[in-house]
């Protein structure tokens, strides 16, 4: 093989990549199965990447888990696929309807299915006796997210104590965990969404057309743009416009709004982010606004 | 390594005005935005305040805003035009330093606040002395609450002099060390300059982080890997290590010895993400592979054969101790070091720190919650290891319980307690 010279500069998105590449091969050293969560959302389209890259050339040792709420747009969904296929991985689908179906989870009154992921994920963590569950969750998302360590331990029912959290120390993550329990791992908690769009521009990675501007029909619910869908909507008093708008998350379509927005390609999207007076979840997620500590308490109950 | 990151720690006392301050330095960046802001507004409004309480930025948990103090560490981000920074804001409280600790053992600099109508606090010189010991590089001591003794130039001054003097026995230069007058409530030299300190023509807050050195000290100990993994392919007879080039370079053609094994063979090829290189840096994942044949496995440490570490199985360490019961001469537990996890027995206690004096006191009883001393260790597998004070590293470890798997303590190898123990002479215990 070729030997290219090139001494780069050890900085920015480099320091956060050797980061996550040595958190990523810890897990891979320390559990005996361990699974990412991939959706097709950007975090988990990045993680993905540095999975591929921590084990080149050999395939990454992690199997990838989607918990569907049955609510995502199929394009995210074909672009899951089209990921999986080409890293030739292997991917295990948690159906939330088939949960519903079964009667072991309820529709909420709201018609929002994230908070209904949570036994689904559970139950798909003991079912395949994942003992490591590597996520995207990034603390700059969320005033709770800020508390989370790197490895955090979920006791036997898949609950999240923070008062009881491990001190975290240099870069010695301890994996450590007893029978029934399994750890969360999150390789990219000191990136910041900007980090992650940087990073994304700087490898050429592939995502979604939804996170790019494009014509939509939407209508406006709760102060957010949503698109109409099987999650219910428009309703009978809600009016569906055109509008030139791209996606900051892409989680469920029932809770997940689109911003107004004109950034067609990556270097627009660093520049509005850049820009952008609203974090991404302020933007684009209902969920979070539940309550002044929603995402805490899903947290506490397994949710990641 | 030179970075444009900055990992900063703060740490201070209880009601110096520390998540008032880290809101302030992030509402002033325009690091927080509206909805964020928005959400602190209604908070405020509710619990009856006239003003923005900028602490509600930053106390994510519930029990936190309810109580009104921050109970564990939180990792916030903010930038401007100049560096990123990743800021572990730690709590004040007494029971809560191996947060501290934690901050503290990732961190290129240390903001410590003191109340300046309070002074040079025993928790301040706690803070400073865990700081020295960890090595974080920079110290920067924010002289808060200026705005209620009037701004006065002979408080911070004092306060200055006392805190300097304080950070140089502990071993920091002058330069490494810097205090800032301000008020974080008002804004008063944290992101902007005040006026009510015609006195003080040094930098603001901010813009002293911008221009500081993030480099830790650097590790000059040889070449050093702790394996992660092992990549192996039997279709084509591929066999690589990985792992993150701690310390040095490594070049193809380098010879490498494996540890604890102390066999001798050489690097062929130097891989990286993006291919083969011709070397690797200091910080750098690489994937290694070797001329000979042998069994190396996670947990071992590739080192230069030429500058090799010190390889013992019975040795003193320093340790903080995180866990509510104490370690007692005779204690089991766990070690990890690097990669490698290994049966630990803990026969001794040979000194212990008295915090509030900085002095050593010999042959301790026992190590409480949050006291720092010097541990006598053996290991069922002989340890590989630089001083703490040359490499981070390959200096530090940490002791974990068997039983639930929790860390336990924070260790550094080599002699770091005669860091904060050094001027203060000794005393019996």
């Not at chain 1, 990838?64 to 969904?77: A, I, K, Q, R």
């Not at chain 1, 001190?167 to 900007?194: A, C, D, Q």
């Not at chain 2, 279709?235 to 290590?241: E, V």
């Amino acid at each position: 093989m070729s030997a290219p010279t090139k001494e780069r500069a050890v900085t920015g998105v480099s320091v956060l990549e050797a980061e996550a590449i040595h958190i990523l091969r810890e897990v891979a050293g320390e559990f005996d199965k361990p699974a990412l969560l991939f959706s097709g959302g950007k975090d988990s389209t990045v993680l993905v990447h540095l999975a591929v890259r921590a084990f080149a050339p050999l395939p990454p040792p992690f199997t990838l888990v989607h918990v569907d709420t049955g609510h995502n747009f199929p394009e995210v969904l074909e672009f899951r696929d089209d990921i999986v296929a080409r890293f030739g991985l292997q991917l295990h689908v948690a159906e939330v309807q088939d949960w519903i179906d079964r009667g072991e989870v309820e529709e909420r009154p709201d018609g929002l299915r994230n908070p209904l992921q949570t036994a689904p994920l559970l139950d798909t963590i003991t079912g395949q006796g994942f003992d490591a569950v590597i996520g995207g969750g990034r603390r700059d998302e969320e005033r709770s997210r800020a508390k989370e360590r790197i490895f955090s331990i979920r006791d036997d029912f898949g609950r999240w104590d923070p008062r009881r959290q491990r001190v975290e120390l240099w870069n010695l993550y301890n994996g450590m965990h007893k029978p029934g329990e399994h750890v969360r791992v999150f390789p990219i908690s000191n990136w910041t969404e900007l980090d992650v769009w940087r990073y994304v521009d700087e490898r050429g990675i592939e995502l979604p057309p939804l996170y790019f501007a494009h014509e939509r029909e939407v209508y406006l619910r709760d102060g957010m743009w949503l698109t109409a869908g099987p999650w219910g909507g428009p309703g009978d008093d809600e009016e569906t416009v055109a509008k030139t708008v791209r996606y900051r998350t892409v989680g469920d379509g029932s809770c997940t709004g689109a911003v107004e927005s004109d950034a067609a390609t990556v270097a627009d999207i660093i520049e509005e982010i850049k820009a952008s007076r609203l974090t991404e979840r302020g933007a684009g997620r209902a969920d979070d606004k539940i309550s002044e500590a929603a995402m805490e308490d899903r947290k506490r109950e397994g949710y990641f | 390594m030179t970075s444009d990151l900055l990992r900063l720690v703060t740490a201070g006392s209880v009601d110096d005005g520390k998540s008032t301050l880290v809101g302030r330095l992030l509402y002033d960046t325009k690091s927080v935005l509206s909805d964020q802001i928005d959400a602190v507004l209604a908070s405020s409004e509710e619990r009856g305040l006239d003003d923005p309480d900028l602490s509600l930025l930053v106390d994510g948990l519930r029990a936190e805003r309810e109580q009104g103090i921050t109970i564990d560490v939180a990792y916030r981000y903010f930038a401007t035009a100049k560096r990123t920074f990743v800021l572990a804001d730690t709590p004040g409280h007494v029971q809560y330093l191996r947060n501290t600790v934690t901050g503290a053992s990732t961190s290129d600099h240390a903001v410590l606040l003191t109340d300046a109508r309070k002074g040079v606090l025993p928790q301040t010189r706690r803070h400073l002395a865990v700081m020295a010991m960890l090595g974080v590089p920079g110290i920067t001591l924010a002289v808060n609450k200026l705005d209620l003794v009037d701004f006065d130039r002979d408080t911070h001054e004092k306060i200055r002099d006392e805190f300097v003097a304080h950070a140089v026995s502990l071993g920091y230069d002058e330069d490494q060390v810097t205090a800032i007058p301000m008020s974080a409530l008002t804004g008063d030299n944290v992101v902007t300059r005040s006026e009510n300190t015609p006195w003080y023509d040094g930098p603001t807050l901010l813009d002293h982080l911008e221009r500081v050195t993030p480099d830790r000290r650097g590790c000059d100990v040889g070449f050093r890997m702790p394996v992660q993994y092992v990549l192996r392919s039997d279709g084509n007879d591929y066999r690589a290590y990985a792992g993150q080039v701690v310390a040095g370079r490594v070049s193809p053609g380098d010879e490498v010895v494996v540890l604890p094994a102390g066999t001798v063979t050489t690097v062929t090829e130097v891989g990286t993400p993006d291919g083969p290189v011709d070397s690797a840096d200091e910080g750098q994942p690489v994937t290694l592979v070797l001329a000979d044949d042998l069994a190396v496995t996670r947990g071992d440490l590739l080192a230069s054969a030429d500058r090799r570490p010190s390889v013992q199985d019975e040795f003193d360490a320093t340790v903080c101790w995180l866990a509510e019961e104490p370690l007692r001469p005779g204690a089991k537990v766990l070690l990890r070091h690097g990669t490698r996890t290994t049966q630990c027995r803990v026969p001794g206690l040979p000194a212990r720190l008295d915090e509030q004096e900085l002095a050593i006191q010999r042959d301790p009883e026992e190590l409480a919650l949050n006291e720092i001393g010097q541990v006598r260790l053996q290991v069922a597998d002989a340890l590989p290891f630089d001083d703490y004070a040359d490499c981070v590293a390959t200096g530090a470890f940490l002791l974990i319980d068997p039983k639930g798997g929790d860390t336990l303590a924070a260790g550094l190898l080599g002699d770091a307690l005669s860091v904060v123990g050094a001027d203060r002479g000794e005393q019996d215990g």
